[in-house]
Structure formats: structure tokens, C-alpha cells
């Protein structure tokens, strides 16, 4: 690396430090007193500073500098991703197309470089962005499935709910079998229906898409929600698509 890459290089972190030290100045003081909001995030959409973070990690993005990064930098790129999630931009999780990104040119190997940092880091909004991600390839190889099931490993319900979805979008015999376990490890209601979709999807799997059928219907009252109703009409009508509307 050249002196003027690394002064470059040091200019930009010293720009995503600053823009760091912004958004928590603004974050502690938007949800001051109600602190049990502040991890879903419900008003970050409405911060003003958006565009520059947009802007720096789209340098970051286009010179693919994500691996020279320090830990510092790079635990700001992944908390202004996870803080960004209703917008999809900085993470593309949201479209149906095949970028990234929409900030800049997130190449394939630094996506799954971020992905890989992500996972040693403790559960945060970031981890479902990044694995929904996964469905906008052609195929999953070896390195792809571990990312995915490293993803599976961790906390947040939902996040594995994303990674059980992106094995059925694929069609991977491990839907099963993930499917068993976050039907026996996670009690969230459409966790539940997340497996239950996916089981629905593998024709060897319908006594047990049954069995777990019948044991939502015991525990949920159908009738109580429209919604339990929709998913009801689609996981006893004819297999049609592999979506998963528990995701929407």
C-alpha cells in the first residue's frame, strides 16, 4: 500500500469515528428514557446523518477496504448496518435485486468477508440483513453454508428464522433439520411458522409437517388472528412457491 493510500485509508476512518461518535450522540439522546425501544430502532430511520454514513461506507465499499480496516472502523461499518435496516440501503436486504449494496460496489468477497466478521460479534440487527442476502445467488458453495450455519448458531430468533428461509429458497436437504431445531429451541410464534413453511416444502417431511401443524393449531388460536388465518390457508392449500410470508 502507497503513503497516499494509507493517508487516505487513515482520513477515512478518522471520518467513520466521527460519524460514529454523531449517531450515538444522537441515538442517546433520541431515546432518552425509554431505553426499551433502542434496540429495535424504531426512530433511527428519521436520522439526518444517513446520507454522509451512506457516503463514506460507499468509499469504503467501491476501493474494497473493508479488510483493511481496523476493528474499531469495522465495528462502525456493522453497527451503521444494523442501525440502517428499514432503509436497505448500506445492505441490499430488502431488494430483489443482485447488488449488495446500494451505497456502492459491495464486492462478493468483501460481502462475505462482512458477513464473517459479523458472526463473531454478538447478535445485532446486522446478522439478518447479511443472510438474507444469500438469496440473491445462483448456488450456495461449501464457504456459503458454513457462513449460513455459523449465522444459525447465534441468539436473535430472527435472524435464524432469515437463514431457515434461505436453505428453503434453495431447496437444501438441511431444511429439515434446521427446521427441527429452531421448532424445538425457539418458542416464537412465527418461528413456528416459519418451520412449518419450510417443512411443508419437503415432501419426506409431511408427518412431520402434520405433527407440527397440529401442535401450532393447540397452542394458537387460529381464529383470533386474520394472520394465523392467512397462514393457515397457505400451508394447508397445494405447495405453489417456496416464499414464506412469516418473513413479510
Request: aromatic content about 10%.
Given at each position: 500500500?502507497?503513503?497516499?493510500?494509507?493517508?487516505?485509508?487513515?482520513?477515512?476512518?478518522?471520518?467513520?469515528?466521527?460519524?460514529?461518535?454523531?449517531?450515538?450522540?444522537?441515538?442517546?439522546?433520541?431515546?432518552?428514557?425509554?431505553?426499551?425501544?433502542?434496540?429495535?430502532?424504531?426512530?433511527?430511520?428519521?436520522?439526518?446523518?444517513?446520507?454522509?454514513?451512506?457516503?463514506?461506507?460507499?468509499?469504503?465499499?467501491?476501493?474494497?477496504?473493508?479488510?483493511r480496516l481496523s476493528?474499531?472502523?469495522?465495528?462502525?461499518?456493522?453497527?451503521?448496518?444494523?442501525r440502517s435496516d428499514?432503509?436497505?440501503?448500506?445492505?441490499?436486504?430488502?431488494?430483489?435485486?443482485?447488488?449488495?449494496?446500494?451505497?456502492?460496489?459491495?464486492?462478493?468477497?468483501?460481502?462475505?468477508?462482512?458477513?464473517?466478521?459479523?458472526?463473531?460479534?454478538?447478535?445485532?440487527?446486522?446478522?439478518?440483513?447479511?443472510?438474507?442476502?444469500?438469496?440473491?445467488?445462483?448456488?450456495?458453495?461449501?464457504?456459503?453454508?458454513?457462513?449460513?450455519?455459523?449465522?444459525?448458531?447465534?441468539?436473535?430468533?430472527?435472524?435464524?428464522?432469515?437463514?431457515?428461509?434461505?436453505?428453503?429458497?434453495?431447496?437444501?436437504?438441511?431444511?429439515?433439520?434446521?427446521?427441527?431445531?429452531?421448532?424445538?429451541?425457539?418458542?416464537?410464534?412465527?418461528?413456528?411458522?416459519?418451520?412449518?413453511?419450510?417443512?411443508?416444502?419437503?415432501p419426506e417431511a409431511?408427518?412431520?409437517?402434520?405433527?407440527?401443524?397440529?401442535?401450532?393449531?393447540?397452542?394458537?388460536?387460529?381464529?383470533?388472528?386474520?394472520?394465523?388465518?392467512?397462514?393457515?390457508?397457505?400451508?394447508?392449500?397445494?405447495?405453489?412457491?417456496?416464499?414464506?410470508?412469516?418473513?413479510?
Amino acid at each position: 500500500m502507497t503513503t497516499d493510500s494509507l493517508d487516505s485509508l487513515d482520513t477515512l476512518e478518522r471520518d467513520l469515528a466521527r460519524v460514529r461518535l454523531d449517531l450515538d450522540t444522537w441515538l442517546a439522546g433520541s431515546y432518552a428514557g425509554i431505553e426499551d425501544r433502542r434496540y429495535c430502532g424504531e426512530r433511527d430511520a428519521s436520522y439526518e446523518g444517513w446520507g454522509t454514513i451512506e457516503s463514506l461506507l460507499g468509499r469504503v465499499f467501491d476501493q474494497t477496504l473493508l479488510s483493511r480496516l481496523s476493528e474499531v472502523s469495522m465495528d462502525s461499518v456493522l453497527f451503521f448496518i444494523s442501525r440502517s435496516d428499514e432503509s436497505g440501503r448500506i445492505i441490499a436486504w430488502l431488494s430483489n435485486d443482485p447488488l449488495f449494496s446500494h451505497c456502492g460496489h459491495l464486492v462478493y468477497d468483501d460481502f462475505l468477508f462482512l458477513c464473517e466478521r459479523a458472526i463473531v460479534r454478538p447478535d445485532d440487527s446486522c446478522d439478518y440483513q447479511l443472510a438474507s442476502c444469500y438469496r440473491k445467488c445462483a448456488s450456495l458453495g461449501r464457504r456459503e453454508l458454513d457462513i449460513l450455519q455459523r449465522f444459525f448458531q447465534k441468539q436473535d430468533s430472527y435472524t435464524r428464522r432469515v437463514v431457515l428461509q434461505v436453505f428453503q429458497h434453495f431447496g437444501l436437504p438441511q431444511v429439515v433439520d434446521l427446521a427441527t431445531t429452531l421448532w424445538n429451541t425457539d418458542d416464537c410464534e412465527f418461528a413456528k411458522l416459519s418451520c412449518l413453511h419450510a417443512l411443508k416444502a419437503v415432501p419426506e417431511a409431511k408427518p412431520m409437517f402434520h405433527a407440527y401443524l397440529q401442535e401450532y393449531r393447540d397452542t394458537f388460536d387460529v381464529d383470533a388472528q386474520e394472520y394465523r388465518q392467512s397462514h393457515m390457508r397457505q400451508l394447508l392449500a397445494n405447495p405453489t412457491t417456496d416464499d414464506d410470508p412469516s418473513s413479510h
